[in-house]
């Protein structure tokens, strides 16, 4: 059930203009094939086409280092240790820097000097020893068990770290002097520049990092026994002290299905409206994936679920890590459908969803054509702005969304930094981009 899930922002990110389709083409489905296994039963697969949505594509992620180079979590884990009981950086020593978080919310500051709008943020990187001082001068004493090993960089020689300084509330007015300051993931993720692939790989390992300091944090007991649980492989599992128990614990994910239903005969989608939507905000179903049953069974039942459509054909669209989800479900993964309805008749489960309606592929082009997302992106990075010069105004990204006249848009979207907006969009543009179409040919079994 999806009532506490698919908290998106009030306004999408990013701008859609006269060059919208140019934008959509590398993000849509380059084509479709279907594979018979016998006549009465298919699988149907898609080629996909993707650049990295938000929070995918972490540039320090891509290989693990074998346990014998220095950059692995182990070795690394060892010479962080020695740094720790130091106060200069050795020569010939990995280059290690520290990415604090504070309630979930990782430090950045503001990349550009002038006050121009514009996605312009960057992540607050600190070097392990001036970390150590820093953190020191706020009362905190910097232990190798509570930093988190995030990647590593060969040729920077860079070890990443996330550290958890949740606790220390006199640690934000310092941080602020030097124009830093925690800021939430969301707005981060708003404001990012799609364009800008190094801002999107910070947003990436920014994620990353939030949901495994979360993990920890919601892992701290042993499930099994009850005994306390303590970091192993420098923060990558973690294990039961109990000497009875000993059990292993590693970062847990929560799958999620998302689907666009779409309605083939009539040309047309259903999307539905929760009451935590802001007005006008439309998107796609979606549900956790229940113990013992399929992605495809978790769509179909879902959509049955929540609008008493019967689902037939699914076919797999991409998937997307979701970290700016509650707390308690820091490692979701959001995995995203196309799914054609048998049925058409809706009746909407008023406890999980406040409207579901069918919309034309008209109406969908229009709202992606007019909504002003590129407004939204620069609001949240005017934020980030102003906060990290200590000025933080009461300035809200649920902006109007107005077409040219200056009337309100009917309806629009997540912005295209949520993978609703990618099911949305493919579908709507689907004679126009890469010759996709949605409803696959079926080859011929001999």
């Given amino acids: 059930m999806l009532s506490q899930l698919l908290c998106f ?5 990013l701008s859609v203009s006269k060059n919208y389709l140019l934008l959509l ?5 380059a084509r479709a094939t279907v594979c018979h296994l016998s006549t009465t039963t298919t699988t149907t697969t898609m080629s996909v086409n993707l650049q990295s949505h938000a929070f995918a594509g972490n540039p320090i992620r891509s290989k693990t280092p074998k346990p014998s180079d220095p950059f692995s979590p182990n070795s690394a884990l060892e010479t962080l240790k020695t740094q720790l009981l130091e106060t200069t950086h050795q020569i010939n020593s990995p280059n290690f820097k520290v990415l ?3 309630k979930g919310r990782p430090l950045a500051s503001n990349s550009s000097a002038s006050d121009a709008l514009g996605p312009n943020w960057r992540l607050g990187w600190i070097g392990l020893v001036d970390c150590k001082l820093f953190l020191a001068k706020c009362g905190i004493d910097l232990s190798y068990d509570s930093l988190v090993y995030l990647g590593s960089e060969s040729a920077a020689e860079a070890v990443y770290w996330a550290v958890n300084v949740a606790e ?3 640690l934000v007015p310092e941080i602020g002097a030097e124009k830093f300051c925690f800021v939430e993931l969301r707005t981060l993720m708003v404001a990012t520049d799609w ?3 190094h801002a999107m790989g910070e947003l990436a390992i920014a994620g990353h990092a939030r949901a495994l300091l979360e993990w920890h944090v919601t892992s701290r007991y042993c499930g099994n026994c009850g005994g306390k649980t303590v970091p192993m492989e420098a923060g990558r599992r973690k294990q039961c002290v109990n000497d009875l128990c000993k059990k292993r614990v590693y970062p847990r994910i929560d799958p999620v299905v998302i689907m666009l239903v779409i309605d083939k005969e009539n040309d047309r989608v259903l999307l539905s409206h929760q009451s935590r939507f ?3 905000l439309w998107s796609c179903l979606a549900g956790f994936i229940e113990p013992g049953e399929s992605l495809e ?4 039942r879902e959509t049955w679920e929540e609008t008493s459509i019967e689902v037939g054909e699914v076919v797999y669209h991409s998937s997307q890590p979701w970290p700016v989800g509650p707390s ?3 490692c979701q993964l959001m995995v995203g459908f196309f799914a054609y309805a048998k049925s058409l008749e809706i009746n909407v489960d008023k406890d999980e969803l406040e409207d579901a309606k069918w919309h034309s592929r008209e109406d969908v082009k229009k709202a992606l054509m007019v909504a002003e997302y590129k407004k939204a992106q620069q609001t949240a990075a005017a934020k980030v702005t102003q906060m990290c010069k200590g000025v933080e105004k009461g300035q809200s990204l649920s902006a109007d969304f107005n077409v040219e006249s200056g009337e309100l848009a009917p309806m629009f979207f997540p912005g295209p930094f949520a993978i609703a907006h990618h099911l949305i969009s493919s579908w709507a543009f689907q004679d126009s981009v890469n010759g996709f179409q949605s409803q696959p040919k079926h080859a011929v079994a001999d």
Avoid: G, H, I, Y
């Fill in 25 to 29: 083409k590398p993000l849509s489905l």
């Fill in 297 to 300: 069974e978790a769509v179909r």
């Fill in 328 to 330: 308690s479900m820091p």
């Fill in 278 to 280: 802001v007005p006008r």
């Fill in 100 to 102: 604090p978080f504070r």
């Fill in 9 to 13: 922002s009030a306004s999408p990110a």
């Fill in 195 to 197: 364009d800008d692939q």
């Fill in 168 to 170: 220390e509330a006199n």
